[in-house]
C-alpha cells in the first residue's frame, strides 16, 4: 500500500471541504453534558477524598470504604474492625482506595469513549473533525495501560461487594442491633445494586465469563452468564452514569449525616 | 403534498470541486436518493451518484448527508424541515472519483490483507459441526453490507490520512473478530490484528456503531471483544502464566 500522508496527494483527493463539519444538529450538546458530568465528579470526589466525616450511625461513606487506616477511621467504619494501616498513618482513608474504583472507570471501555470524546477531543463527535495533528491511539504509553483494565475490574468487585456488605449493615442501629431502617439505609441499598450492575456488566467481565471462547455450548453455565452479562453490558453507559450519581448522592448524604447537616427522625 | 427543497451538492471530480446550490421539488415519501435522480433528470444530468438496490441492502448510496453518514435511499426526506437546505457531500475520508462518487478501493485493499478462513487440516469441507450458540455471535457481523460508513466515519483515517496504511478499519477489524470467534478458524489472528491491522488504534469512541445502517454493535460485540482477547495474548501475564501451567492452547 503506499505510504501517505497528511498532505499527500491521496489527501487532496478526497473532497476539499474546508469546515469543520457539515452537522448542522446539535452535535456539541453530548461532549458538552459529559464534559460537565465528569468535571463535577472529579470535583466532589477531590473533595470526599480529604473529607473526613466518614461515619454517620450505621452508614459508611462510600468514598472511604473500605476504611483502613486505624487514626482516620472511627470503629464503626472498619471494615470487619480491621485497621492494617496503624496509627502512623495520619491522612484521609480515602486516599488509600480511591485509584482502584477510580483506575475501574478510568479504563473502562465506556468511560473511554466519554472522555477521549469530550475531554479530548478525538473526535468530539462522529464527522467532527478532531483538533490534533498526530494520532497514534492506544498503540503506545500512556494509553496502551488502558488494556489493564481486567485487573482493575477484579479489584472493583471486591469493593462492590464490600459496599453490598456496608449496605447491609444499615440495617443494625447505631448499638449493633438489626432492624433499623432509615432513608440512608436505602440510599445505600440502591447505591450498591447499582455498583454491581455497573461492575458486572463491564466489557472486561464479559470477556472473562466467557467472551473469550469459541465453542459456548462445551460450557453451557458459563454461556449462561454470558447471557446474563451481556444484558448488563448493553446498557453499560446507564449504569455507568446512575452509578457515578448514586455513589457522590450516598455519600454525600453519609457526610451531610455526620457533619450534622442532615438530622431528621427517618434518616 | 410536495414542496421545493433547497439543496447543496458536491461537484467536483478529484478532490477539486465546490458545493451547487439546486431548488428541487420533493414529494411526499421520497427519499434523498429520490431527490437526486429528480436533480439528474431535470437539472444537472452529469451528476455521478453511485447506486443500485434503493432498498439499504447493497450499500451503494453511502453518501454525507448534512455532515452526517448515511445511505441516501434510506434517508426519508420527511425527517428535515421543508425551510432546511440539505447538503450533500462524497464520503470524506476516500478519494473522490466525480460528485458523489469516491473510490473505496482501500477498502478492498484492507480486505485481501485479512487471512481467509482457515480450518484445521483434520477437518474436511462438509465435516463441519457447529452449534447455532456457537456461530451466532458472528453471524451479527455478516450482516454487513459493506456500505463502508463505518470506515469513513472512523477518525483514526478520516483525520489522519497517514494511519491509512496501518488501519484496517472498523469493518475489518470486525472481519478478524468474526473470524477469530468461529469454532473452526485456527489461525492465529491476535497477534496480527494488533501488530498488522492496528486494532490498537481504535479508541472505542463508537461512532462506526453509531452509522452502521444494519444496527451491528460493531464496538461492543467485535472490536471491544477483540481487544480483550489481545489482552489475553500480550498484555496479561495471569493468562500467559495458565496457558503455561494448564498447558492450554492460547
Not at chain 1, 496509627?87 to 480511591?98: A, M, R, V
Not at chain 1, 498503540?139 to 479489584?155: A, E, G
Not at chain 1, 471486591?158 to 447505631?174: K, N, Q
Not at chain 2, 431548488?23 to 434523498?32: A, I, L, Q, S, Y
Amino acid at each position: 500500500m503506499t505510504q501517505t500522508t497528511a498532505e499527500s496527494a491521496t489527501r487532496k483527493q478526497r473532497a476539499q471541504i474546508r469546515v469543520r463539519t457539515l452537522r448542522t444538529d446539535r452535535w456539541w450538546l453530548a461532549p458538552a453534558l459529559t464534559f460537565a458530568g465528569l468535571f463535577l465528579f472529579l470535583i466532589y470526589g477531590f473533595w470526599a477524598m480529604f473529607d473526613l466525616s466518614v461515619l454517620a450511625g450505621p452508614y459508611i461513606a462510600p468514598f472511604s470504604s473500605p476504611c483502613l487506616a486505624a487514626a482516620t477511621c472511627p470503629e464503626g467504619a472498619r471494615l470487619f474492625g480491621f485497621a492494617p494501616f496503624g496509627d502512623w498513618y495520619t491522612l484521609p482513608p480515602g486516599l488509600l482506595i480511591l485509584a482502584f474504583p477510580g483506575g475501574f472507570r478510568l479504563t473502562c471501555y465506556y468511560y473511554r469513549k466519554s472522555y477521549y470524546r469530550s475531554w479530548w477531543l478525538s473526535p468530539p463527535a462522529c464527522a467532527v473533525a478532531e483538533p490534533h495533528r498526530k494520532y497514534t491511539g492506544e498503540t503506545r504509553l500512556p494509553l496502551i495501560l488502558q488494556n489493564s483494565h481486567r485487573y482493575f475490574f477484579y479489584v472493583a468487585v471486591v469493593i462492590g461487594l464490600i459496599l453490598t456488605y456496608d449496605a447491609v449493615l444499615s440495617f443494625r442501629d447505631e448499638n449493633g442491633n438489626w432492624g433499623h431502617i432509615g432513608l440512608g439505609s436505602i440510599i445505600l441499598v440502591v447505591n450498591a445494586i447499582l455498583v454491581l450492575c455497573y461492575t458486572f456488566g463491564c466489557h472486561s467481565c464479559r470477556h472473562i465469563t466467557a467472551g473469550r471462547l469459541n465453542h459456548f455450548s462445551k460450557h453451557p453455565l458459563r454461556y449462561k452468564m454470558w447471557t446474563l452479562i451481556s444484558k448488563l453490558n448493553a446498557r453499560h453507559q446507564q449504569f455507568a452514569w446512575a452509578s457515578m450519581a448514586s455513589i457522590v448522592i450516598a455519600d454525600l448524604y453519609v457526610r451531610l449525616m455526620a457533619k450534622g447537616v442532615i438530622n431528621f427522625p427517618f434518616a | 403534498m410536495g414542496y421545493k427543497a433547497k439543496f447543496r451538492i458536491w461537484r467536483g471530480e478529484g478532490g477539486e470541486g465546490r458545493l451547487e446550490d439546486f431548488t428541487v421539488e420533493v414529494n411526499e415519501g421520497e427519499v434523498v436518493l429520490d431527490v437526486i435522480h429528480r436533480l439528474q433528470a431535470t437539472q444537472a444530468p452529469d451528476l455521478a451518484v453511485r447506486w443500485n438496490c434503493k432498498a439499504g441492502k447493497c450499500g451503494s448510496c453511502s453518501m454525507e448527508i448534512n455532515g452526517k453518514p448515511r445511505l441516501g435511499c434510506m434517508t426519508r426526506m420527511s425527517t428535515f424541515e421543508e425551510s432546511e437546505t440539505i447538503t450533500v457531500t462524497p464520503m470524506r475520508t476516500f478519494p473522490v472519483i466525480k460528485d458523489l462518487v469516491c473510490d473505496v478501493s482501500f477498502n478492498y485493499q484492507k480486505a485481501r490483507e485479512i487471512p481467509s478462513f482457515t480450518p484445521p487440516a483434520d477437518v474436511k469441507p462438509g465435516e463441519y459441526r457447529m452449534q447455532q450458540v456457537d456461530v451466532e455471535r458472528s453471524q451479527e457481523f455478516r450482516k454487513c453490507i459493506e456500505c463502508f460508513m463505518c470506515q469513513n466515519v472512523c477518525h483514526v483515517i478520516r483525520d489522519h490520512e497517514e494511519n491509512k496504511a496501518n488501519f484496517a478499519g472498523p469493518r475489518y477489524l470486525m472481519r478478524i473478530a468474526e473470524l477469530d470467534m468461529h469454532p473452526y478458524d485456527v489461525a492465529d489472528r491476535k497477534e496480527s490484528a494488533q501488530d498488522e491491522h492496528g486494532l490498537g488504534y481504535c479508541n472505542i469512541t463508537k461512532c462506526c456503531t453509531e452509522v452502521c445502517p444494519e444496527h451491528i454493535k460493531i464496538t461492543d460485540n467485535a472490536l471491544i471483544p477483540m481487544k480483550e482477547r489481545v489482552v489475553d495474548r500480550k498484555y496479561d501475564p495471569l493468562v500467559w502464566l495458565g496457558s503455561k501451567i494448564f498447558k492450554r492452547q492460547r
